[in-house]
């Protein structure tokens, strides 16, 4: 009789492997390659769809919409005609591109300027003066607006102690409605002109040392290869920051907030701050709402246009 394992017999399971088979005929597996992917960006997908997509479609039913709390009444675009002839919306918008105007060119020119500097190699301890410049950038905004509101007050302040060693009398930085906006201007200077060097410092280091060499060999001098090679090398990243410099500044609202509270006479007021106190001060929700997307649209203008203006040429 011969021992061997009948020709009918189950196979053995492989090693390795189980010898039930748990899906079964019909049942899909829930992790497939297809699948994994989709699963792995989910909590992201949702996260953005609770916490950004949702919100910004209420926001704009409720700028379409008055009335108090939930109890909310449908009045269509009234709010964007009352805001087209708000008085006080235009002081706003009119401070803020004031401020714009300013304080970016500014700014951007001196983080260039810095840069330069620290991209010398014959500018003593770099690492130290590159960490010196960035420092003001991870300061608080409400902190460096408190800090500067001391600075600048007009009986005990800092900056008017060291005009009067020149003989220079005292300003009223923050109690003129000139000087509250150069004021304002100071502190976002001070505050965000590191952090924009520090970007261009990237882009120059970027920028091959082939290209100077040659530039001197054909003669030219410091300024015609500033003018020539250094600025269109960095034309991507000059105009990254003018758009994300122009979007912040439309945005403003803790420094002034802070220093001023919008104040002289409304000279400081910016389209945040008017936004904020018809949300949180007089809870119109509806009108607050409004303001935000009318904000959002001048943004998005600006933005486009500079990126037309400034974009690469083909």
Known sequence: MSLAPSEHAPAAAPAGRG???QTGPGRRRLLTPTSVPYLLIMPAVLGFAVFKAYPIVASLWI????GNGADRH????DNYQR????PLFWTALKNTALILVVQVPLMLGLALLVALGLNSTKVWLRPLWRLGVFVPSLTGLVAAGVMFSVILNRDAGLLNWVLSL????RVNWLGSPFWARIGVVLVITWHYTGYNAVIYLAGLQGIPQELYEAAKVDGAGPIRRFVSLTVPQLRPILLLTVVLSTIGTLQLFDEPYVLTGGGPDNS???V???????GFKYFDFGYASALAYALALIVAVLGLLQVRLMGERK
């Open 268 to 270: 400081t007021l910016t």
């Open 83 to 86: 805001l087209l002839h708000d």
């Open 19 to 21: 010898t039930i088979d």
């Open 166 to 169: 020149f003989g220079i009398d």
């Open 272 to 278: 945040t701050m008017y936004l904020y106190n018809n």
């Open 74 to 77: 449908f009045t269509g675009l």
């Open 63 to 66: 700028s379409l919409t008055t």
